[in-house]
C-alpha cells in the first residue's frame, strides 16, 4: 500500500528559501503524477503545483507561486522536490504532497489524487 511522507517544512522568514521532499513507502512514486497541495489557516486546500508522470518538464503551477516555486522529480531516488523560493506570509501553512495516476499532464484538482501524505508545515513569519 503506497503511503507518503512530506519532509523540509519549517519556519523561514519571507524571502527565504524552503525545499520541500515527498517520498514513498510500500510504492514507487514513479508511475504516478504527483501534486503539491497547501492549506492554510482558514482557508480551503489549494492546489500549488503538479508534476506528470511520464514527462518530468510537464509541469502546472497555480499563478501566485509561477516564478518563485519549482517542482521536480527525481526518479532515482524515488522523490518529488518542492523548491520554494522568495517565500511571503501568505505562503504559510501545511504542505500535502498527493500521488494520482499514470498521466502525461497532470492536473491540481484534488480528486486527481488518491493518495495523500500527512502534511508538513511552512510558515513564513518575521
Known sequence: QLQLVESGGGMV????????????SGGTLTTSSIGWFR?????????????????????????SVKG???????????TVYLQMNTLRPEDTGVYYCAA??????CS???TSYNVWGQGTQVTVSS
Not at 489557516?41 to 514527462?55: A, F, L, N, Q
Not at 518563485?68 to 524515488?78: E, V
Not at 494520482?100 to 499532464?105: H, K, N
Request: hydrophobic share 25%.
Open 100 to 105: 494520482g495516476g499514470f498521466t502525461a499532464y
Open 108 to 110: 491540481l484538482v484534488e
Open 13 to 24: 522568514q519571507p524571502g527565504g528559501s524552503l525545499r520541500l521532499a515527498c517520498t514513498s
Open 68 to 78: 518563485r516555486f519549482t517542482i521536480s522529480r527525481d526518479y532515482a531516488k524515488n
Open 39 to 63: 492549506q492554510a489557516p482558514g482557508k480551503e486546500r489549494e492546489g500549488v503545483s503538479c508534476i506528470s508522470t511520464t514527462d518530468a518538464s510537464s509541469t502546472t503551477s497555480v499563478d
